[in-house]
């Protein structure tokens, strides 16, 4: 702020009989006194800074070093059957930087030497076919997307209460990614699909060799075969160098590595699709193919692990997805759902994409109980948990969808709860 405009500023408050009246100014205007980081010569004013080249491929900020996925003691077993979660109170917008985004492995993390890598179509076609990654890269009509992935396990550990403290622990299994490569559909077609080919099983290279079947509608419908993410290949992490998209289905079923597409008349049955990613409910039975991410949403800040600091303006943020289609609408209460208010969407809502959300708040060191709530362009509406809990039980670890809560304490620490 120049001199000018501070006088200025004075004057007029002066004149409106606010200024020393006991009431608040917007604290994000203030007048400060000098301070020595503006009148004292900084180290990084005073030296050259390092020359191009010294960081061949770009790292953030030392000051940032902090932005880290994280992984939770308790639920890792081994590192190579391991999950860790995305940092989303860190992030802003809505895409998930390549070095954040969330990794869960079954056997690890397959380097594979590109050269080295096929990709195999075989069961009921006309021709088996065989591909190398150049061969891929070749296919005209290639398609650039933005799709969210969330693991079915996903706030997992909240179906019985509140648990986890920051909401890279109790919903950080989702990325939101532009992907680079080819409709799956491309490659069926040059295979030629029997009629009674009715079901895709993809499989990984990695030592877990990962499979899941998906109906042949889904895999003709949106499924990519991808090697970029975000305009870059993609991260060994996330499956260098090819792997399936599934847009709104399941993070399960996104094989990484992928090497091989079979078609056959039924489904295979295989581990991930019978004794995981099924939701067993209290009578016993379990819910089976259940692929579609329901609508969910989540503040992202504040949250346990980003504080208010701030009386006065705040930005309330987070985030807002569909599996089946695209975030129409999200609704913020700071009162534990008494009063609702709509939220402005901001940036591109995409179908099947995460959507960004903002409330502008002031915040006077009241206690908030924090919700969001998503409705998506079909018209569901996200669910309480208890609601959730009514039909599914606490049995499961997977889908859970439920309305999120945090509660903001009046110095601005933030925790997470649970209110019925
Ligand atoms: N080949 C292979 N694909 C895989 C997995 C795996 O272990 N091996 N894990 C799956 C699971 S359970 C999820 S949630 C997503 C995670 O993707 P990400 O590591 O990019 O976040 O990949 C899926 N694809
Ligand atoms: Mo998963």
């Known amino acids: 702020m120049s001199e000018n405009t501070a006088l200025d500023r004075r004057r007029f408050l002066r004149a409106a009989g606010l200024a020393g009246a006991g009431l608040a100014l917007p604290a994000l205007a203030q007048e400060r006194k000098p301070e020595s980081v503006i009148t004292e010569v900084q180290d990084w004013a005073r030296n050259l800074g390092d020359g191009v080249q010294a960081h061949p491929y770009g790292m953030p900020s030392e000051y940032e070093k902090h932005v880290v996925r994280r992984d939770v003691e308790w639920l890792t077993a081994g590192r190579e059957s391991s999950v860790n979660f995305t940092p989303l109170h860190e992030l802003d917008g809505i895409i998930t930087p390549n070095g954040l985004c969330f990794e869960r492995h079954h056997s690890g993390i397959a380097n594979i030497d590109p050269a080295k890598h096929r990709l195999m179509l075989n069961g009921l076609l006309d021709r088996q076919l065989v591909f190398t990654v150049d061969d891929i890269k070749r296919f005209p009509g290639r398609i650039n997307k933005a799709y969210f992935l969330e693991c079915a396990a996903n706030s997992g550990m909240e179906w019985r209460g509140a648990q986890l403290n920051g909401c890279q622990f109790t919903h950080g299994m989702v990325h939101n990614v532009w992907y680079t490569g080819i409709p799956l559909k491309t490659l069926l077609d040059e295979a030629g699909i029997k009629t009674n080919g009715k079901w895709i099983l993809a499989e990984g ?20 075969v991808a090697w970029a993410m975000n305009g870059e290949a993609l991260r060994p992490e996330q499956g260098y160098p090819l792997r399936l998209v599934v847009p709104g289905w399941e993070g399960n079923m996104w094989v990484k590595w992928l090497r091989r597409i079979e078609v056959g008349d039924q489904p295979w049955h295989h581990r991930e699709e019978t004794s995981k990613y099924t939701d067993l409910l209290a009578d016993g039975r379990a819910r089976r193919f259940t692929w579609i991410m329901d609508a969910k949403s989540i503040v992202t800040n504040p949250s346990p692990q980003a504080p208010l600091k701030h009386k006065g303006p705040n930005v309330l943020t987070g985030i807002a997805w569909s599996g089946r289609g695209s975030v129409a609408r999200v609704d913020v209460t700071t009162d534990g759902g008494k009063n609702w208010k709509g939220a402005r969407l901001d940036g591109p809502v995409m179908p099947l994409s995460l959507a960004r959300f903002y409330v502008d ?25 208890d609601e959730l809990r009514k039909v599914r039980g606490v049995n499961s670890i997977y889908h859970n969808n439920g309305i999120h809560t945090w509660l903001v304490r009046a110095n601005g620490e933030t925790e997470n709860v649970e209110i019925s």
């Not at 290279?205 to 990519?224: F, H, N, Q, V, Y």
């Open 361 to 385: 708040i002031d915040w006077n060191g009241q206690e908030m109980l924090i919700q969001s709530r998503v409705m998506d362009s079909s018209g569901y509406v996200q669910p309480t948990k």
């Open 205 to 224: 290279a990695d030592a877990a060799g990962m499979t899941r079947s998906i109906p042949i509608e889904k895999a003709l419908k949106d499924c990519m």
